[in-house]
């Protein structure tokens, strides 16, 4: 009897089938940089269309796609002057529609990168709000200043924008001075004002209608700023200056408790939406740099329910190039630990704002930071080149673009510049990487694409290209989707983990990060009890796929596994 209901509850638990995006891998493409069909040395969305295929041979079925709509290209576009045109060096809505269609032929989801917390100067609602024009007075925050001692007009408070200097600019015309938590040509958008969350939704509705399958939400913890609009104190960073946004602490106006009102109220209108339609998941993933407890409340509080997915950015902001497997094995579990089990995991380790991975924690452990990824249950999201290993590109002042490193200058810009991770891809080792036939491009192509490019990591016999491909494969097994996950630092050097399931194949983990041989000893896993195969390796690494091991092996420097376990015969 007890067996029988055991064997429904084992159905009930896995019988289930997870939606289309759950175990997902979501390929980021920085439309600039991927490909350039029209030789303008600026990529756009006819060259993302012929690229489809690549995308679709490295086993990804979903892809994000950073801002193609109009914009004067500030902050490359993240800064949009129409949400409904699209970028005129990137298409058309019609070429858009050309790369949806065949997207879709080729089962490749489309997620659009929607920027609500502000727009560009351009934009017509902010040349409108500039005149007063009716119905458009109140749509970005707009303050009187105050008079200083001498007399001399200034700013309602001390907040700083995102990209350093003061955040808020003093307009003649209107007289009044404007909020911008990034760029001065980003002018934040009022969410207060109910017009402009309803322009909003029309905005999502539209691509919606277009075919969309969600939305990246970019830049949630800016959404609101302290009503009062009170001064931040400052931190006890001793580096910072007075114009470095860390100068001071966000406590007013980083994620305010009306953000995540307004997440919740756009998850019901997407989940609205499927339901009007085709009851297809409409995905949201948000983007905020948050602490651990404020990062996982954009999922939801319980009652309601928030974004599918919003980024996990510890393994990018917590670790570095001295972390031990002890702090990688302490950030995953911070993670895992706060993220209440209803949810979907998530691993992001690069971006189009940091330094890419290989040159963040050093190219030798590409390999084993790809397989971690891929590992650990939930969504995997990959960042465009990281398939292929690339690092950052060396771009001389000269050839900066980002306006961090512009607002930086030439003495500081190299710490902090974007440009680094957002150069083109490196496809083959014809002119410019095979980017572009253009006689220059955007960004300079970084220097190592002679060696490091797609065309010759699909020749050579390993391959970080090669391990990818298989461990989107390796997605695909039961345990690999369903299975329980611990992870297990041996020593400072050594980080493990296991994935189970009762009655499947176990699988574990293990990364040597240090530069020296180790003896590794799995016995610490009660649940390995047979033989381990080897089923991936990082690139020459010393034992080749389908070694036997038993508990004990050797791993060389910065060699990274994965085994496979047999399930017990007897339990
Ligand atoms: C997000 C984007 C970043 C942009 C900022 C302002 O953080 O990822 O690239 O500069 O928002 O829109
Ligand atoms: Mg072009």
């Known amino acids: 009897m007890i067996g029988v209901k055991c064997l429904f509850v084992v159905i009930a638990l896995y019988g ?17 940089s991927f490909a350039d069909s029209d030789g303008d040395g600026v990529g756009d969305l006819i060259g993302i269309k012929q690229r489809l295929g690549h995308i679709k041979d490295a086993g990804i079925n979903s892809t994000w796609i950073s801002p193609i709509f109009k914009s004067p290209m500030v902050d490359f576009g993240y800064d949009i002057s129409d949400f409904t045109q699209i970028y005129s060096e990137f298409g ?28 560009s100067d351009q934009h017509e609602w902010f040349q409108l709000s500039l005149n007063r024009t009716e119905g458009y007075e109140d749509f970005y925050v707009w303050v009187n200043g105050t008079l200083d001692s001498e007399g001399n007009l200034q700013p309602p408070n001390n907040w700083i924008s995102n990209f350093g200097n003061g955040a808020w600019t003093y307009d003649e015309g209107r007289g009044q001075f404007y909020l911008h938590q990034f760029s001065p040509k980003q002018p934040d ?55 470095d946004y860390k100068y001071l602490n966000h406590i007013y106006t980083l994620n305010q408790p009306e953000t995540y009102d307004l997440i919740y109220e756009w998850r019901e209108f997407l989940d609205n939406y499927s339901r009007e339609t085709d009851n297809v998941t409409r995905i949201m993933m948000t983007e905020a740099y948050a602490d651990i407890q404020e990062t996982v409340l954009y999922y939801g509080d319980g009652e309601r329910k928030g974004a599918h997915l919003t980024f996990n950015f510890f393994l990018l902001t917590d670790l570095n190039i001295n972390s031990t497997a002890y702090d990688f094995m302490f950030t995953i579990n911070k993670w895992i630990s706060y993220l209440p089990v209803q949810y979907v995991s998530n691993w992001v380790v690069g971006n189009h704002d940091n330094p890419r991975v290989g040159s963040r924690m050093g190219a030798e452990r590409i390999d084993g930071i790809n397989m971690l990824v891929m590992f650990l249950p939930g969504v995997g999201v990959t960042y465009y080149g990281e398939e292929i290993g690339m690092l950052d590109g060396y771009v001389s002042w000269e050839d900066t673009k980002d306006p961090i490193g512009l607002t930086a200058g030439p003495q ?28 220059s491009t955007w960004l300079p192509v970084a220097s190592n694409y ?15 290209y090669k391990i990818y491909q298989q461990l989107i494969e390796l997605r695909k097994i039961t345990t690999m989707k369903e299975g329980e996950l611990i992870v297990k630092a041996l020593n400072k050097n050594v980080l493990t983990a296991l994935r189970y399931l009762p009655g499947h194949e176990s699988y574990v983990y293990v990364f040597n990060i240090g530069a020296n041989t180790e003896l590794v000893d799995l016995s610490h896993y009660v649940e390995i009890q047979n033989q381990l195969e080897v089923v991936l390796t990082s690139v020459d690494a010393s034992l080749p796929k389908g070694t036997q091991v038993s508990k004990q092996f050797n791993v060389g420097p910065y060699e990274a596994y994965i085994l496979e376990v047999s399930p017990a015969t007897t339990a």
Do not use: C
Not at 413 to 430: G, L
Not at 450 to 464: G, I
């Open 16 to 32: 289930v089938s997870a939606d289309w995006w759950e175990h997902e891998v979501f390929y980021q493409i920085y439309p600039r």
């Open 92 to 119: 058309t809505v019609d070429d858009f529609k050309e790369l949806s269609d065949e997207a879709a032929r080729l089962g490749i989801r489309l997620i659009m990168d929607f920027v609500p917390n502000h727009t």
């Open 412 to 439: 500081k810009y190299q710490a902090v510049s974007r440009d680094i991770e957002r150069t083109p891809f490196q496809w083959d080792d014809s002119k410019n990487a095979g980017f572009s036939k253009g006689n």
């Open 450 to 464: 002679k060696t490091l490019n797609l065309k010759a990591e699909k020749e050579a016999s390993q391959s970080h």
């Open 189 to 243: 958008l009022n969410m207060r004002n109910p017009k402009v969350l309803q322009a909003l939704k029309d905005v999502m509705k539209f691509w919606l209608d277009i075919g969309v399958s969600g939305f990246r939400v970019d830049a949630i913890p800016f959404f609101y700023e302290d009503i009062e609009l009170r001064d931040e104190p400052r931190t006890y960073d001793p580096t910072a200056t007075p114009n």
